[in-house]
DNA sequence: TGACGTACTATTATCGATAATCGATTCCGG
DNA sequence: CCGGAATCGATTATCGATAATAGTACGTCA
């Protein structure tokens, strides 16, 4: 396979590359990432593979040892509830924080409804999942605090959500319950009023989560 | 000065010596890092300075662009005050949900209360940072999200907390109020009943928090 | 004089090699 | 056959040097 990586800044291309094996099982959790196989692969020397890894190791995504090297950090379902939970928090908090929300606002995250359920009706997923993630990271940015917005940006929730709409799409009853959610919740975001929208978005997040249950 | 680091791992001692500093001010926001004068301080090789700076990068605390250099990037009081609201969203989190809280974790807690209060009595501020410091951190992890522990000790709370509480000292009414409203608090968390315990962590925090205010 | 291009300097990005360390295996005396 | 010391292979940590790049200072030409 051919992922030499040629062009500019090589240990941002390889950390993008190990981000996403990490988070969609390339890598499973607790597999040492040995740094001479990667330069290989990669073509590259050891030292754009270590900054690589310590910049992962910043991000908690994997963690090393002295001399015993780096190894995968795994999202089993434990920590996986547990990041649902933190952004669970992280959008409430935006909604009690900031709702009602300024027309501004709601009209970005109407766009991205549109947006979903366009691609929901022409049966293309992949570009509801990224209207889907991208009102939920509306949301957090509606709530103002821009400490938030980096630490969903560094939960990678970009990846980690598609992937587990990815699954939940491969499933019974696929996307078309979390359209209908959407839907409802972004009346109630529209109404005003921060309980039934919490609620609501508590039911999402919920539904998606279950993605990774067994 | 003698900043040579000899023992084990240049690259994590480097690491905890840059983040002392940017957290502490020595490096100003905006400041660049320059790797061979950080490498020539430290006596080591550029290599170790690359990857220290990389793990900072991946925690947020400095920014780099390709071939312009790693900047310092501030926590300028907007910042601080988000953080604040992130670790009070913590804990709040963790005493709405496992409130009350169980023997062993009132034990602890407990323990942390009467160490800050043996140190203020012999106005030693330095063991009363580190056991209120223990106290909060004590709170995060009776909420039993391990991934929010994670984040607490991501955003630096060691080394921020004892800054802030360091200045509340040397201020007019210093650590008394804080000592006092500790002993509340604990009161709330025994009695079980979370919205007092709120109410009181939150002024709690706000108090700690104006230690950044000008 | 002033706009423009060009060499120079400071700094980062990457390399290839060496030292340090760990884990497993082998070898040996009992 | 067994316990432990010595050794070997694999891997990480660090080094010193080189290549690549951005910003700057300067000189040239109109």
């Known amino acids: 396979m051919d992922t030499a990586l040629k062009r500019v800044c090589m240990r941002d291309r390889i950390r993008d590359v190990l981000i996403a094996r990490i988070l969609d099982g390339t890598y499973p959790a607790g597999l040492q990432l040995k740094e001479l196989s990667l330069a290989r692969e990669f073509n590259v020397s050891q030292a754009p593979i270590r900054e690589a890894l310590r910049e992962l190791e910043g991000t ?16 089993d379902s434990v920590e996986m509830r547990e990041s649902y939970e933190l952004r669970l928090m992280m959008e409430i908090h935006a909604i009690e924080r900031s709702l009602p929300f300024p027309a501004e606002t709601l009209g970005k995250l109407q766009a991205c409804m549109t947006g ?28 103002g605090n821009g400490t938030f917005l980096k630490l969903w940006d560094s939960l990678h929730w970009d990846v980690r959500g598609r992937i587990a709409l990815r699954r939940l799409a ?3 009853a696929g996307l078309a319950p979390l359209v209908a959610m959407h839907e409802t919740l972004m009346n109630r975001l529209r109404a005003g009023a921060p ?7 508590t039911a ?3 539904t998606v989560s279950q993605a990774f249950e067994p």
């Open 116 to 143: 979903m359920k366009e691609s929901f009706a022409r049966g293309d997923s992949e570009p509801y999942i990224d209207w889907a993630l991208d009102f939920h990271r509306s949301l957090v940015e509606a709530g």
């Open 204 to 206: 999402i997040l919920q």
């Open 195 to 201: 309980a039934p929208a919490v609620a609501q978005l």
């Open 170 to 172: 491969a499933r019974g």
């Open 60 to 75: 908690g995504l994997v963690t090393s040892e002295r001399y015993r090297g780096t190894r995968v950090r795994g999202a």
